[in-house]
């Protein structure tokens, strides 16, 4: 619900007798409520005719983002990165489509694709790393291969664990403190 309506109607005002109160026509307070943000010298004006603050009066960008996350369609996405489990450039590709296609470009849904990001980065610098150590340290070949059965692993646990959490209390088990996208 729109502030000023709540508040008008908080103090039993029409939009006409708001209005007159606070020196604005009519259609000013119609278009308000109807989303438009008040600015300047209708904001001030408002806010002293309601009794409240300016800031009270301002609508919260934050608190409209996170009204609109659709959690059963992040976990959706997050899943999908399943399917890049095994072809790395899969489980951040189809996330990422999915996420524009359905218009769902929210913190959560990009905390999703950067920790894919991320994840793929290291597991291609670590794979490529075991194929030089054995050669270094002159022991066997086979850390190559535990590389590239573990990698998987972690990373089905990781979407597994987010999904399940992502269920459980609409967070993000593993998330990164920034985003890369």
């Not at 001030?44 to 369609?73: F, M």
């Not at 976990?75 to 296609?101: A, D, E, H, Q, T």
Request: charged residues 20%.
């Amino acid at each position: 619900m729109n502030k000023l309506l709540k508040y008008r109607e908080k103090l039993n005002l029409t939009q006409e007798e708001l209005a007159e109160k606070a020196g604005v026509s009519t259609r000013t307070i119609q278009r308000i409520e109807k989303g438009t943000e008040p600015k300047g010298h209708t904001l001030k004006v408002l806010a002293k005719a309601l009794g409240i603050s300016e800031d009270d009066l301002k609508e919260n960008k934050s608190e409209s983002k996170t009204k609109i996350i659709n959690y059963q369609l992040a976990k959706y996405i997050n899943l999908s990165s399943i399917f890049g489990v095994v072809f790395p450039p899969l489980n951040i590709i189809l996330p990422f489509l999915i996420m524009k296609y359905k218009k769902q470009a929210n913190e959560v849904n990009k905390q999703i694709i950067s920790v894919q990001v991320l994840y793929t980065i290291i597991g291609v610098v670590v794979c490529g790393l075991s194929l030089f150590i054995p050669k270094w340290l002159g022991t066997t070949k086979q850390l190559f291969l535990m590389t590239l059965i573990s990698f998987p692993i972690i990373n089905l646990f990781i979407i597994i664990r987010n999904a399940i959490e992502l269920d459980k209390s609409q967070k993000l088990y593993i998330r990164l403190n920034f985003s890369l996208i």
